[in-house]
Nanobody, 129 residues
């Protein structure tokens, strides 16, 4: 099994930036892709970004395209999500998840259907002036 742990959340001013980290531990070979998802109170969880660990193919939700960037440092077994130009709709609990299926590669949008089993506990991002 692979374990995931998020860090880096906090309170950020509107328009500012924050970087989230997702560290992978355990059997990292299981993780073919890593995705970031978020859930705001009263809303369904949505995909934000995903990246294939071998090749670095990325996908983004339309709502964050051009503002958020997913990247990875395989030597550190860590996947990052850079959040820029934060908007009022961005505050949420942000989760990272690992997909064990090759179907996660090459998607146009990050989809939770490929991330059934391996999830972190989340890190909270709030936007406050």
């Amino acid at each position: 099994h692979v374990q995931l742990m998020e860090s880096g959340g906090g309170s950020v001013q509107p328009g500012r930036s924050v970087r989230l980290s997702c560290s992978l531990d355990g059997d990292r070979r299981v993780a073919i892709c890593v995705g970031w998802f978020r859930q705001a109170p009263g809303k369904e969880r949505e995909g934000v970004a995903s990246i294939s660990r071998d090749g670095g193919r990325s996908a983004y939700a339309d709502s964050v395209q051009g503002r958020f960037t997913i990247s990875q440092d395989n030597a550190k077994h860590t996947v990052y999500l850079q959040l820029n130009s934060l908007k009022p709709e961005d505050p949420a609990m942000y989760y990272c998840a690992a997909s064990a299926t090759v179907s996660c590669i090459g998607v146009e949008r990050p989809s939770e259907q490929y991330y059934e089993k391996y999830w972190g506990e989340g890190t909270q991002v709030t936007v406050s002036s």
